[in-house]
């Protein structure tokens, strides 16, 4: 396997206004860059032009496809991810749907690459979105790795400043995910370079 770092998108899927998102994206970021073995981008969907209006051909019969202007850099970066971590929050029990709309308006940029999750809501931590969004990126030919890292009731766990007050588990949930991104992540790299993915449309 290659030595080389890994590119590791992370996602803050949430765009909803007051949202926790960012604090935990930060976090896990930093996790990341702890860890030692990935160039970290920090992807804000909140920055993003996503228009929840899909085009007649999907991305999946057309992978050339001319995305409106604010969304060129959303493709770029996705495109040069080795692995994803998403951060997530439940609504009404799924994902969000700005969130959905990202996913959606691409199709080889998640191919073979290992994903991860960060899930943070109530009770749930996040699961039930996480459950869901399993799902999508297994039709989207990515690998979702099995561990995760999740905050439930998130807003008892971190003081004002978006410091975690009890780091201990979440840092060893977070360096377990990562550990399997970096096997999938370096391994799938190296296989997308030796032969093109042949996904069936």
Do not use: C
């Amino acid at each position: 396997m290659s030595s080389e770092r890994l590119n590791l998108a992370v996602i803050v899927g949430s765009v909803r206004e007051g949202r926790f998102g960012p604090v935990v994206a930060n976090w896990f970021a930093a996790q990341a860059e702890r860890h030692g073995e990935f160039a970290v981008d920090v992807i804000d969907l909140a920055d993003v032009d996503l228009p929840l209006e899909l085009p007649a051909v999907p991305p999946a019969m057309e992978p050339e496809l001319a995305r409106p202007s604010g969304m060129g850099e959303l493709t770029r970066r996705l495109k040069a991810a080795d692995a994803v971590v998403v951060v997530t929050p439940d609504y009404n029990r799924s994902f969000p749907a700005s969130l959905k709309a990202a996913i959606d308006w691409h199709y080889t940029e998640w191919q073979a690459k290992p994903v991860g999750f960060v899930g943070y809501s109530g009770a749930s931590g996040g699961l039930l979105a996480i459950e869901q969004l399993r799902q999508v990126f297994n039709e989207l030919h990515a690998h979702t790795v099995r561990d995760y890292v999740s905050f439930p009731r998130y807003y008892l766990l971190f003081s004002p400043d978006g410091t975690l007050l009890q780091p201990e588990e979440p840092e060893g949930a977070a360096k377990v995910m990562l550990d399997q991104l970096v096997w999938w992540g370096s391994v799938l790299r190296d296989a997308r370079r030796d032969r093109p993915y042949g996904a069936g449309r």
